[in-house]
């Protein structure tokens, strides 16, 4: 469960005794859900206008030397957040680095069959994530681990997917946090789907609770027909749906340059709705912004098409190999741009943290990996031959032919017996 949200409960992800922190959601004084929509946002940095937004514009409340940043439109959903609250982002965040860096190690040792890293990218689904309300529902890809970790989700759980014992791990009607999609970008059209519901359901009762959805996608995925689909059905019926687009910079091994030669946040104006660019390192910008689109969407109002600009620090999935098409160079400063850094140094400064504060969230992260490890190893081996039988709801020539031809391939990896074998130890 997300530190900024465990206030009910006291307990940490892994079990471990937490203390009482105050959620996020609505204290940094916007609208409650219901209201009228938020104020424009003028003429703020990163915030489509009739010129568009140009490739260095963002909306950065906090940068990368840890100094803050006054804006008209979006610090106001800043400047009344409790410090627990902003210590909260910082716990979220280092947990989910060290919950990814032990679920690299298990991939590594065998224990998983693939893990998609979400290093660097702390920042803009902490700060996104931690604006939900509860009755929000959000449309993750494959690599939304810190919006799971808002949501409530036991982050071991993630990791039956990848393990391969089941195609989901968890029910997303207790979180409002959908399964992941594996294929790219189709949740960006169930995201609009589920939005237009909320819709219909407000209409046929006015008394229930007013809600958005975020659809998480990637710079990649961007380019995907998808994407377009959804922002076109979502823009025409007014759907409340943020759609937060996560610009790591790199999809897979093609440059974000190849894919779009404008940032991507300058496409919201064909499609009539709001758009935003911030610095997606920046977690209390990430913030305030989806803050602001999800009045905005709740307040019926339609949708809002956010860019947070971040960075893919380590390799797209464990397959995949970075050196091949990347430069050392730009990894080194992008790492001068690390989101945890920026927070702790504010923290510090405003004598909101302490060693203490820092070796304890330290201590539970580990804690964390230590539970992450032991539940993993307890869920068992994947039976591939369950795949096989479900292809189908009846049995399948086709499909028998290809599980005999797997259990032969399997067959041939069978220890030989020594005894008979020839040869033998030098």
């Known amino acids: 469960m997300g530190a900024a949200q465990q206030a009910d409960t006291g307990t940490s992800g892994s079990g471990a005794p937490a203390s009482p922190r105050p959620q996020a959601g609505n204290q940094a004084g916007n609208p409650p859900a219901g209201s009228q929509a938020p104020s424009s946002a003028g003429n703020s940095a990163g915030v489509l206008r009739n010129a568009g937004v140009g490739p260095d514009e963002a ?119 959908h399964l992941y999609t594996l294929v790219l970008a189709a949740q960006t059209l169930h995201a609009v789907g589920y939005a237009m519901g909320i819709s219909r359901d407000l209409v046929a009762d006015p008394t229930t609770e007013p809600a958005a959805v975020v659809a998480y996608f ?57 758009g935003i660019r911030v610095d997606g390192n920046d977690v209390l910008a990430v913030y305030a912004v989806t803050q602001w689109a999800l009045d905005h969407a709740r307040s019926g109002h339609g949708p809002v098409f956010i860019e947070a600009s971040t960075y893919r620090v380590g390799a797209h999935t464990t397959a995949d190999d970075p050196t091949k098409y990347r430069m050392n160079a730009e990894e080194e400063l992008w790492k001068t741009r690390d989101p945890l850094a920026r927070l702790e140094t504010y923290l510090r400064a405003e004598n909101l943290a302490d060693d203490a504060f820092f070796e304890q969230v330290k201590n539970d992260g580990d804690e964390l990996a230590a539970h992450v490890r032991r539940t993993t190893l307890a869920l068992g081996s994947a039976d591939i031959r369950h795949k096989f039988a479900t292809v189908y709801a009846e049995a399948h020539p086709l499909v028998a032919e290809e599980l005999a031809w797997f259990e032969n391939y399997e067959a041939s990896f069978a220890d030989v017996d020594t005894e008979n074998a020839q040869g033998g130890a030098a």
């Open 218 to 274: 990637g710079d990649g995925a961007s380019s995907e027909g998808d994407v377009h689909e959804s922002m076109v059905f979502a823009a025409s019926y007014d759907a409340p749906v943020v759609f937060f687009c996560q610009n790591n910079n790199w999809a897979i091994s093609v440059p974000f340059e190849v894919q779009s030669k404008i940032p991507l946040v300058n496409r919201a104006a064909g499609y009539g709705m709001p």
């Open 59 to 177: 909306v950065q409340l906090l940068d990368e030397h840890g100094a803050t940043h006054h804006d008209a439109t979006f610090s106001p959903y800043i400047e009344k957040l409790d410090p627990d609250v902003l210590r909260g982002f910082y716990r979220d965040m280092a947990t989910v680095r060290r919950f990814d860096t032990e679920a690299t190690a298990l991939q590594r040792q065998g224990e998983l069959a693939l893990w998609v890293p979400v290093i660097g990218q702390e920042a803009a689904q902490i700060g996104s994530g931690s604006a939900m309300n509860k009755a929000d529902y959000a449309f993750p890809t494959y690599r939304e681990h810190g919006v799971a970790l808002t949501r409530g989700l036991d982050l071991a759980d993630l990791l039956k997917l990848f393990r391969g014992v089941t195609n989901g791990g968890w029910d997303p009607r207790e979180t409002n946090f």
